[in-house]
């Protein structure tokens, strides 16, 4: 059996139209020899009927002092999914092709126990081969899953697996099924050089490597989940992302030594930053701040971006939805010392004292044990964004930082700070200079020329 | 048919590696109205010196990175004679830290960094990418660093 697994997101599976065009190249793979498997996502995007969103929504508004629990915040979502699998093999059979829709837990994906958020630990793929066997199509609801039975659950609970989880679905059932290829389908005719709304004629890349696409991913650019790409890697199974509405070839992903020459590949962009700046007279006490400040960070599952540390300060950047929660845990914050000499720091977020941080410093000052009284604070640089050129065996040549630089800082653009790793270089700007950066680094590395 | 496991690497940390050997240079003394300029010049010093460097960090008067220990002079040299004020400190690691996902593992970097720190050694610079984080430290902690992070291998608990 030539097996191919299929997946079909969002904008694939929208309306009828949409769905008739998916089905047909599952029709078109099955005249060609193939026995494919179907993975699909929730019917639409953000605000249709039956998008994951629009779920969410539903138990949200039921009332927004109660906090829905992790367990039935994931079966409300994997309703998404379900619909869509059954419409889909529903179209497949109206167009004479036999399929069966499967739930992620009939399929066999069986994950941890982390709500939200789970990982596939195992696949028992029966049922799958199943309808293979019978000349079925199975048609599995992407991004969901089945834990294993435990002592609350006696069949197990559906969980999901958290962003881009129908990606990670379709590459897990490819390494499960032994299957020959992944083509994960799109509104994009492949992995663009840049986003097209800020270099409209960004090419489509032909070839690029797992890790490429991958950092592609985590760097901010909506293609596949780096989940995905890391499975088909591990399993060396052949990936491509195409366009449902066209025959386009898009993009194969290959290993690394498939294209050994040094390149740039592609720049991309994340969403909206907040730089923080954390700054005190903190002599020897900088360690005992920093782990405090980083423990918090790690508890309250801050994501941090851009760790830079200087001798005497040390800073952050954190999405802009989280900046409020970031408040909420630093701003006024006291961390007592006691070695030696007692002396306590106060956190302050902000140029501007806010109450809680005069209301704390006013306490510790009226109470004996706390020593010297120290504030630090924590400058923000809101309204930023992070802009990334993502390279293959490319960033190691000397001179790529001064290209970067050169071409910005010429544009007028603030680089407010760097980062780098084996396959990235970022520099946070203000976002407001975002699409020019993009614009700017695509053309001084040629990436229009790339395929 | 067996069932396939091993499909999706655990998540938190999964190996840890260090690469000794590297140098932190420091450039100093440049002024915030004129830094953007200077800093570009003296990239410019190092690209015609042919120094490859990583971890570039920006900071108030002037900017960091690393090199390999052995191209450091070349870098200093560079720099001095273009006229800006620029130190070499020896004796520097990076640790990989190999961990897959890490952006949706929300507070894991932090997790990282906590653990180095509290291990006793200073983080100079820190780097991420889809499946790790590289920490820069001092080698003479390094040890302890990667022993605080090697001892939280698999272990969930940790976000």
């Known amino acids: ?451 | 048919m067996q069932p396939i496991t091993s499909i999706e690497t655990a998540r938190g940390i999964s190996s840890v590696e260090v690469s000794n050997g590297h140098a932190l240079v420091v450039v100093s003394g440049m002024h915030e109205d004129d830094s953007a300029q200077r800093m570009l010049d003296a990239l410019r010093e190092l690209k015609d010196a042919d120094c490859s460097i990583d971890f570039l960090k920006i900071s108030n008067s002037g900017f960091s990175f690393i090199v390999p220990e052995s191209g450091a002079d070349a870098a200093i040299r560079a720099l001095r004679s273009a006229g800006f004020a620029a130190d070499a400190l020896g004796g520097r690691s990076i640790i990989t830290v190999r961990a897959p996902n890490i952006r949706d593992e929300s507070g894991l970097v932090a997790r990282i960094a906590q653990l180095v720190v509290r291990s006793g050694a200073t983080i100079e610079q820190l780097g991420d990418m889809h499946s790790s984080v590289q920490v820069v430290v001092e080698t003479s902690r390094v040890e302890e660093a990667a022993g605080a992070l090697r001892d939280c291998i698999g272990l969930v608990e940790i976000l």
């Open chain 1, 1 to 451: 059996m030539r097996i191919k697994v299929m997946k079909f997101g969002g904008t694939s599976v929208s309306d009828q139209e949409s769905r008739l065009l998916a089905a047909r190249k599952v029709a078109d793979a099955v005249e060609a020899g193939f026995s494919p498997v179907v993975v699909v996502s929730a019917i639409g995007r953000a605000g249709m009927p039956y998008a994951t969103d629009t779920l969410l929504n539903l138990l949200a508004e039921v009332d927004p002092l109660v906090a829905p629990e992790p367990r039935e915040v994931d079966l409300m979502l994997c309703c998404g999914e379900i619909m869509s699998t059954c419409v889909f093999a529903q179209t497949l059979k109206s167009l004479g092709y036999p399929a069966s829709a499967m739930t992620g837990g009939q399929a066999g994906i069986i994950t941890d126990d982390t709500h939200g958020n789970a990982r596939i630990v195992e696949i028992q793929p029966a049922d799958v081969i199943r309808a293979l066997e019978r000349g079925r199509i199975p048609v599995v609801c992407g991004f969901q899953g089945r834990s294993r039975p435990s002592d609350d659950s006696t069949y197990g609970e559906i969980t999901t697996l958290g962003r881009g989880g129908s990606d990670t679905t379709a590459s897990a059932i490819a390494a499960a099924l032994g299957a020959e290829a992944v083509e994960i389908y799109t509104d994009v005719d492949g992995v663009k050089t840049a986003d097209p709304d800020f270099v409209p004629d960004a090419p489509t890349l032909r070839q690029m490597t797992y890790d490429e696409i991958a950092e592609i991913a985590h760097q901010g650019a909506k293609v596949i989940h780096p989940r995905s790409a890391e499975i088909a890697m591990k399993f060396g199974i052949p990936l491509f992302v195409r366009s449902t509405f066209s025959d386009a070839p898009g993009t194969q992903v290959v290993p690394g030594e498939m294209l050994g020459h040094r390149r740039a590949t592609g720049v991309t962009h994340t969403g909206k930053l907040v730089y923080l700046h954390f700054d005190a007279a903190f002599g020897p006490d900088k360690a005992a701040i920093e782990s405090k400040v980083y423990e918090l960070m790690a508890d309250y599952r801050i994501n941090l971006f851009m760790l830079n540390v200087h001798p005497q300060s040390f800073g952050f950047a954190v999405p802009r939805k989280q900046l409020a929660r970031v408040k909420e845990i630093l701003d006024g914050l006291v961390i007592p010392l006691t070695e030696g000499e007692p002396r306590t720091y106060i956190i302050q977020v902000g140029r501007a004292g806010s109450p809680e941080v005069s209301a704390q410093e006013q306490m510790l000052r009226g109470l004996s044990g706390f020593g010297e009284i120290r504030k630090c604070v924590a400058r923000l640089t809101e309204n930023c964004t992070m802009v990334s050129l993502i390279a293959h065996e490319f960033l190691q040549q000397p001179g790529i930082y001064y290209r970067m630089f050169e071409c910005l800082v010429n544009a007028s653009i603030s680089i407010l700070q760097t980062s780098d790793s084996p396959l990235s270089i970022s520099v946070l700007v203000p976002e407001n200079d975002c699409a020019r950066a993009v614009a700017l680094l695509h053309e001084e590395f040629d990436l229009a020329t790339q395929t």
